[in-house]
C-alpha cells in the first residue's frame, strides 16, 4: 500500500495564486462589453401578482432589456424545474411542483426573483428595477410545518411534499413493546445559510448558436443537461465552465434559476450578459441547509444493548423543491441512519412541508450530519437515563471489527472499521482523563464546563464513475484533466501529486485541467466527498493504461519482449539493458517518432464499492451562567479516513468542517418574521463563526484502510461537518444537565442558553 498511501503533505501549488490575487473568479473573467444583470426579487412571502408592468424600467438610461416570466414563456423555453421526487409510503410519487425561472402569477418566499433587467452598468439595472410596477396581493404566509393555513401549491394539499418511510415499522414497534427500557429524543437542527466566501455568479454568451454559461459551479456537467434542457439544445450547442470558486458547500451544486435568465438574455441581446450576486441578496436566494425536527427512540434490552432505532422526521423545504432536497432527509439521511452501531430493527419516516422560505437543499453533508445529529444526541441521553457512562454505552453498541463486511439495517455494507481503536485514541488525544480536574477549576470561577462526544460515520455520495485524461503536451509539461471540481479544497495539488507518485513526472511538470465541459466529456463535480477517491481512482487507470503502452512501445523499440519490461513509478527496465527512460523521456521518444497516439491516454474507472469516513469528535465547552455564554474550549478529532494522500489537506478539510459545524451548533441560525421577512439577512445579523470563535482544533489521523477500492481511501470532505454538530451539542447537554436543563437545542446562543437554564423567555 506504499505505493497509494505516501502520505506526504505537499503544500497547495494553486495557494501562490490564490494569495497573490491571481484567482480567476467568474466575475474577473467575464467577456469585455458584457451588459449587467440584475434582479428584482419579491419583497413578500407570499402573494399573487395583480400587476407587473415593466415599461418604465425597460425605457430607463442604459436598459438594454427586461425578462419577465412572461417572456421566457413567449420564447418558448422550458419555464421550470420541478427538482427530484422521492416515493410516498403509498407508492404514490411526492410532489412535483414547478418552479419557475422567474416568478409565474403568484410569490412564494422574499427573494424569489420577479424580474430581470439588463443594462450597460449595473448602476443602471439597479435604478431601473425601482421603475417595475409590482403589485402583490398578500396571502398569509404559511411559517411553519404544522397542519392548516395558506396551500402553497395546489399539487400538494397541506403544504405536504412527501411522506417517505424505511425499514420495518410493526419488527420495530413490537421491539419497542418488548423493551427493558426506552428513551426518547425530540430534537430541532436549525436552519443556516451556507455563505459561501464567494457568492454565486455567472455570464453567458451565444456564438454561433452555441451557448456558453460560465459560473461557479460544483461540475459543469449537471449545468449543461439542465440548461440542454430548457433551451432545447443539442450535447454540442452547449458549453459550460466553472473557472476558480470560492466555495460551495452543496450549495452550489443546483442549476439555479438565474443562470437560465442571464442565458436568455445573451440570447435575446445577442451579447454576453453577467450576473454576481451581492451577499444579502445571495442571504435570500441560496439554498438554505438543514431545518428539520426529529422525534428519535430507542428500545434497549436489559443488557443495554440497543434492539431497535426509530425516528420520525419533519423537515421543511421552503417554497419550492430543490434540485436534490426531497433526498437529503430521506434517502442521504437513511444511509448512516443507525451510525456505527449493530442494530438492525429500524424505521425511518420523514414528512416534507412547504413553506413560504428560501428553498432548501444539500449544505455540507447533504443528510448525513442529520441523521448523525439525531443518532448521537440520543445516545448522549440513554446514557444519562440508564446511568451508564456514554463512551461505555457506544462501546457496548458499536459494530465490532469481526463482523466487517457489515450490512446495515438500510442496505450500505461497511467495508472496515475499528470504532473502539478510534475511540481509544480519542480519549487519550483529548485528555478524558484530565476532564474532571479542568471541570473542578472551572467550577471555582463560576463557570461551567461540559464535554460532549459524538462517533460519526458518513458514506461517500454521487457518481462513482470518473474519467481521467493525461495529455503530454509540446511544450514537455503533461495536463491531466480531470472530472471533478475544486471549490477550493485543493484538488490541483492532491491530483497533480498522486500523478507524480505514480508515474514519476515531476509535480511541477503537470497542470491539473478541470472545468470546462468541452474537454472532459463527462464528470461528476465535487460533493459527497467523493473526489479525491473518486478522480484518484480514475487517474489509476490511465496510468494503468499509460504504462501498458509505454511497455509496448519501448518494446518494439528495443526489440525487448513486454514481458521483460518493468515500470517502478519512476522508470522502464528491460532486462539486461541498463537504458532506464522515465515516462517524460519515452513521452518525447514517441513524440519524435510520430507516435501521437502515446501522447494521450483517457480511461474512465467507476470505485466498486462506496467507502464510509469515520472518527470520533471531543468537544469541551465553557460556559459562563451569568450571561449564557458558551465558549468551544477544546476540540479533538481523531478520523479513520483510511489511507491519507495528502495528510495536511485532510486536516484542513476538517477544520473547515468542524468551523461549520460548530458555527451551526454554537452561533448559527436563519430567523423569519410570522410575515416571512428574513431577520437574518446580513452578517450584522446571522453570526458566521470568526477565527477567535474556535479553539485549536487536534487531528490525529487512525487509519484502517478501506477494501471498497485499492487505493484503501474513504474521503474526508464532509466529515468534521458530519461530527461536530453532537460533539458541540453534546458537550452544551453535559455542562447544563445538572442545572435541570433536560431540552438543549441549537444554536446555544447566550441568549437561548441563559432561557434554557432560567426556564423562561427573555424577550
Ligand atoms: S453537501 Mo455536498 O456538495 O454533497
Not at 439595472?125 to 392548516?148: F, N, Q, S, T, Y
Request: proline share 4%; with cysteine; aromatic share 8%.
Amino acid at each position: 500500500m506504499e505505493k497509494f498511501g505516501k502520505s506526504q503533505s505537499v503544500k497547495r501549488t494553486e495557494d501562490v495564486r490564490f494569495l497573490t490575487g491571481e484567482g480567476r473568479y467568474v466575475d474577473d473573467i467575464a467577456p469585455e462589453g458584457a451588459l449587467h444583470a440584475y434582479f428584482l426579487r419579491s419583497p413578500v412571502a407570499h402573494g399573487e401578482i395583480a400587476e407587473l408592468d415593466v415599461s418604465d424600467a425597460a425605457e430607463a438610461d442604459g436598459v438594454h432589456l427586461v425578462l419577465t416570466c412572461a417572456d421566457l414563456e413567449a420564447a418558448g423555453m422550458n419555464i421550470g424545474l420541478a427538482g427530484m421526487v422521492v416515493d410516498n409510503r403509498d407508492g404514490s410519487k411526492g410532489a412535483a411542483p414547478m418552479r419557475p425561472m422567474l416568478a409565474k402569477d403568484r410569490v412564494r418566499y422574499v427573494g424569489e426573483p420577479v424580474a430581470m433587467i439588463v443594462a450597460e452598468t449595473l448602476a443602471q439595472a439597479r435604478d431601473a428595477a425601482e421603475l417595475v410596477m409590482l403589485d402583490i396581493d398578500e396571502l398569509p404566509a404559511k411559517m411553519d410545518m404544522a397542519a392548516g393555513g395558506e396551500t402553497l401549491h395546489d399539487e400538494a394539499p397541506d403544504n405536504k411534499a412527501f411522506d417517505w418511510g424505511m425499514g420495518d415499522a410493526a419488527a420495530t414497534q413490537a421491539a419497542f413493546d418488548a423493551a427493558a427500557r426506552t428513551v426518547a429524543l425530540e430534537i430541532e437542527d436549525n436552519r443556516i445559510i451556507v455563505n459561501s466566501m464567494e457568492p454565486r455568479g455567472c455570464y453567458a454568451e451565444w456564438t454561433d448558436g452555441k451557448l456558453h454559461v460560465a459560473n461557479n459551479g460544483q461540475g459543469v456537467w449537471a449545468h449543461k443537461g439542465f440548461l440542454k434542457q430548457a433551451f432545447g439544445l443539442k450535447d454540442e450547442e452547449v458549453r459550460v465552465t466553472n473557472p476558480d470558486t470560492g466555495g460551495g458547500f452543496g450549495m452550489k451544486a443546483m442549476t439555479y434559476n438565474e443562470y437560465f435568465c442571464v442565458a436568455q438574455a445573451a440570447r435575446v441581446l445577442d451579447r454576453p450578459v453577467r450576473w454576481m450576486s451581492e451577499r444579502t441578496e445571495a442571504m435570500l436566494s441560496d439554498n438554505q441547509g438543514r431545518d428539520l425536527t426529529s422525534l428519535a427512540e430507542f428500545a434497549f434490552d436489559a443488557d443495554k444493548r440497543i434492539t431497535a432505532y426509530r425516528v420520525t422526521s419533519k423537515c421543511n423545504l421552503g417554497a419550492y423543491n430543490s434540485q436534490f432536497a426531497q433526498f437529503i432527509q430521506t434517502q442521504l439521511f437513511s444511509r448512516v441512519l443507525m451510525g456505527v452501531y449493530d442494530v438492525q430493527t429500524t424505521w425511518l419516516q420523514v414528512d416534507g412541508f412547504y413553506t413560504n422560505t428560501v428553498p432548501v437543499d444539500a449544505y455540507r453533508g447533504a443528510g448525513r450530519p442529520e441523521a448523525i445529529y439525531v443518532l448521537e444526541r440520543l445516545i448522549d441521553r440513554a446514557a444519562r437515563e440508564l446511568g451508564v457512562d456514554p463512551w461505555e454505552l457506544r462501546r457496548i453498541n458499536f459494530i465490532k471489527p469481526d463482523q466487517f463486511p457489515y450490512t446495515t439495517s438500510t442496505g450500505e455494507t461497511y467495508d472496515v472499521g475499528d470504532f473502539n481503536k478510534v475511540l481509544a485514541r480519542a480519549a487519550a488525544e483529548a485528555d478524558r482523563d484530565g476532564f474532571e480536574a479542568r471541570k473542578a477549576a472551572d467550577a471555582r470561577r463560576g463557570l461551567l464546563r461540559g464535554q460532549g462526544l459524538c462517533y460519526y460515520i458518513e458514506s461517500i455520495l454521487g457518481d462513482p464513475s470518473e474519467g481521467a485524461k493525461v495529455v503530454f503536451e509540446d511544450d514537455g509539461t503533461v495536463s491531466i484533466y480531470v472530472g471533478t471540481q475544486s471549490n477550493g479544497q485543493g484538488h490541483e495539488t492532491v491530483y497533480a501529486a498522486f500523478l507524480s507518485d505514480q508515474t514519476g513526472i515531476p509535480l511541477e511538470k503537470i497542470t491539473v485541467v478541470q472545468g470546462d465541459s468541452d474537454l472532459i466529456a463527462q464528470g461528476g463535480g465535487t460533493g459527497g466527498s467523493r473526489s479525491v477517491t473518486t478522480q484518484n481512482n480514475a487517474t489509476l487507470a490511465t496510468v494503468a493504461k499509460m504504462t501498458e503502452a509505454f511497455t509496448a512501445f519501448l518494446s518494439e523499440e528495443m526489440g525487448v519482449p513486454a514481458s521483460e519490461i518493468s515500470f517502478d513509478d519512476e522508470r522502464f527496465r528491460a532486462e539486461g539493458s541498463n537504458l532506464t527512460p522515465t515516462m517524460l523521456e519515452l513521452a518525447e521518444m514517441a513524440r519524435e517518432k510520430g507516435r501521437e497516439d502515446l501522447l494521450t491516454h483517457h480511461e474512465r474507472a467507476t470505485l466498486p464499492a462506496r467507502s464510509f469516513p469515520n472518527g470520533a469528535h471531543v468537544a469541551e465547552v465553557v460556559i459562563d451562567p451569568e450571561t449564557g455564554i458558551v465558549i468551544t474550549d477544546r476540540y479533538t478529532v481523531v478520523d479513520d479516513f483510511g489511507n491519507l494522500i495528502n495528510p495536511m489537506l485532510a486536516e484542513g478539510q476538517v477544520h473547515g468542517g468542524v468551523a461549520q459545524g460548530v458555527g451551526q451548533a454554537v452561533q448559527e441560525r436563519v430567523v423569519y418574521d410570522e410575515d416571512g421577512q428574513l431577520l437574518t439577512a446580513s452578517f450584522m445579523d446571522y453570526a458566521l463563526p470568526r477565527a477567535a470563535d474556535l479553539p485549536y482544533i487536534s487531528f490525529t489521523s487512525e487509519p484502517v484502510p478501506s477494501t471498497a477500492n485499492i487505493m484503501g481511501m474513504k474521503g474526508c470532505g464532509e466529515a468534521g461537518t458530519v461530527g461536530a454538530l453532537a460533539a458541540v451539542a453534546n458537550a452544551v447537554q453535559d455542562a447544563l444537565w445538572e442545572h435541570g436543563v433536560r431540552q438543549a437545542d441549537m444554536p446555544f446562543t447566550p441568549h437561548r442558553v441563559w432561557e434554557m437554564m432560567h426556564g423562561e423567555r427573555i424577550a
